[in-house]
Every structure is written in C-alpha cells, then in structure tokens.
C-alpha cells in the first residue's frame, strides 16, 4: 500500500509539473506571438519644427492617440526650430524604418531635402499643416489659408472701416504666412484704393514670434503717435504681443485686432474685448485625420484625398478642412461647445462682469 502511494504521488506530481511547463510554454510562445506582431506594427514618423505655444502638443496628443487605436507605432521629435536639426531627425527616422513621415516643415522651401531623403527609402510622406514646396509629397492635409485669410481681413473692415491698420504677417519661411498675407490683401486692396484704409505698416515676422510682434507693433504706435484703427495678425501668438504693446500705451480694446488658432490667451481676450477675433480650426480633426491617412499610405493604400494643389511642382493630393471664426459672441457654441477650451479656464481669468455664462 505504501508503495502504491508513493507512486500516485509521484505521478501526481509529475503531472503538475508537465501542467506548469506546458502554461510557460504558452506564456513564451503567446510572449513571441505578441512581440511578433509589436513587430509588424507600422512605424510612422511626426516631425515638428517647433513644439512652441499650446497649438502643436495639442495635434501630436491627437495624432498619436489615433494612430495606436489603428494599431500603428509613432516616432516623434521635435526640432526646437532648427531646419538641420530637423533633417538630421527625419533621417534618424528612416533608419528607425519608419513607412510614412509626417512633416511639419519650418521652412516650407529648405524642407523638400527631407522629402527626398524619405522618398529615396520608399517612405510615403504626408506635408502637414504646411505645404511643403518643390517636392514629391503623397498628401497634404490642412485647412483653408485663403478663408483663414479673407475671414480675418473681412471681419476687421467690419469693425474698423476706416483708419490706418497695421499687418504682422507670420514667418517670411513659410509658404500659409503668405497665403494668409495675400488673402488679407484680397480684401483689404478695395477699402485702400478708395482711400478708407490705408496700411502704415506691413512685414513678416520671424518664426511668428510675439516678441518680434510686439517690436513691430511698438514702432507702428510711435510712427503714428497711437492712431491706429486695426492690428491684422495672422495668428494669436503675434495679436498678444502687439495687444501688450497696445496695452503699455492705454489702446487695448479701442483697436481691433485679429488672430487665429483660437488659443486659450487669445480666447480669454477676446471676451475682455482686447481682441476682436480669432479663427478655430479643429486641429484635433486634422491630426485624427492625417493618422487615419499615414496608416492608409503604410498599408499601401490609397488616400482619401478630396483636392490637389500644386505645390511648384505636382499636383498634391489634398485634404482642406474648414476654419471656424469665433468673436465674443460664439466662443461657448465654437470652442467651449467643442472642448477645444473650457468655460472653466476661460472665465477664472475673467472678470465677473466679463465671464461667459
């Protein structure tokens, strides 16, 4: 009998044994199964010029965050504003074997050497927000410039008819400040031939910063002893340091004053009045849809393009999507409605008399 047992024992535990190796077995080939397929996960790389202001960590959280919902892997770096460092980053991407790169160039002309270097290693390349030109891009995906342009033009003539305006346009590198700085003058020439407007000062401002906004807006009050009816900046960043300098000489809120992108400074200005709009684009839609488009083109897809535009030298398959303007009046139904901002943190920096309700 007590052998009996001692060998039921033994098989008994023989066979946990065997139960235990067989689940580890498993466990390493369902590990390898897993890592096998981290392995096929198509790379895709997001190259930014510049990671400044709330704008561009706002599309790169959106991009990534779709793009690993459609199983892809993301590699981004941000250039801190410096053309070689991002070329430099863009080649360290292809090496990492990446099938798309994504390109938000700094300067839209110096950029085509980062599409030929991915293009000579079959890497597809979507050019995004900014068109890059002279180059061989698969998509571009953005919004509207000219709209952007005529709405921020049309909705100052409509709050200052008449008077002298000063225009800071965005980065003399970049192709959309000039697209926006001709659409402004599209519908500003009319109002300047008959002698309604008439522009005391016009120039490009390097790397859009506001800075050099409220530089130029400082010399254009002296140069004009403070008569000025409106201020045409081509984006939010630029409006806060020309409001700042309009503010050290007590003409904030009596000068109107455009912007774009809608960001939360600019936003709580405008309620203050010190700002007279700004443009709202969903750029959480754009980065969701420049994901779901880089995971077409690594999946050998075609894209969902709905336009060209030439960009000197194809025509580039093209997404254009539509600008929002938001005043004082819509910015509860535009951004607040969709949480681009919350009512929250605009109305703790507002007055009580000022606050959205």
């Not at 309604?196 to 120039?203: E, F, L, W």
């Amino acid at each position: 009998m007590v052998g009996i047992n001692m060998e039921e024992d033994i098989l008994t535990k023989t066979r946990r044994r065997l139960t235990v190796l067989s689940a580890i077995f498993v466990l390493l080939l369902t590990g390898q199964i897993v890592r096998a397929q981290d392995g096929n996960k198509p790379k895709i790389g997001f190259s930014i010029e510049a990671m400044k202001g709330e704008r561009w960590q706002t599309d790169l959280n959106s991009f990534e965050v779709r793009a690993k919902q459609l199983g892809a892997e993301v590699i981004s770096a941000d250039a801190d504003g410096d053309d070689d460092r991002q070329f430099q980053q863009v080649k360290d991407m292809i090496k990492a074997g990446i099938k798309v790169l994504v390109l938000l160039p700094k300067d839209t002309t110096m950029a085509n050497r980062m599409v030929d270097a991915a293009k000579s290693a079959n890497v597809k390349v979507i050019s995004y927000d900014r068109l890059v030109m002279n180059s061989d891009v698969d998509l571009y995906v953005s919004f509207d410039r000219l709209e952007i342009g005529r709405m921020q033009a049309e909705n100052l003539v409509k709050n200052a008819p008449r008077g002298n305006y000063v225009l800071i346009a965005g980065s003399p590198s970049a192709e959309d400040a000039k697209t926006l700085h001709d659409a402004q003058m599209s519908v500003l020439q009319p109002h300047i031939d008959r002698g309604d407007i008439k522009v005391i000062a016009d120039g490009y401002t390097k790397d859009w910063l506001p800075s050099e906004a409220y530089l130029f807006m400082l010399k254009a009050i002296d140069s004009t002893r403070g008569n000025i009816a409106a201020v045409l900046a081509s984006n939010d960043g630029m409006a806060g340091g020309a409001i700042q300098a309009l503010r050290e000489h007590h003409l904030a809120g009596k000068v109107a004053v455009s912007g774009q992108d809608a960001d939360l400074a600019a936003v709580i200005c405008i309620a203050q009045g010190t700002q007279t709009m700004t443009v709202y684009k969903s750029v959480v839609n754009e980065a969701k849809r420049a994901a779901e488009e880089a995971v077409r083109l690594a999946k050998g897809e075609k894209t969902h393009a709905d336009g060209t535009i030439s960009n000197g030298k194809i025509k580039v398959p093209t997404i254009m999507l539509k600008p929002v303007l938001v005043t004082k009046d819509n910015i509860k139904t535009t951004v607040v409605k969709d949480g681009f901002q919350t009512l929250k943190s605009i109305n703790q920096a507002l007055s009580a008399d000022q606050q959205i309700k």
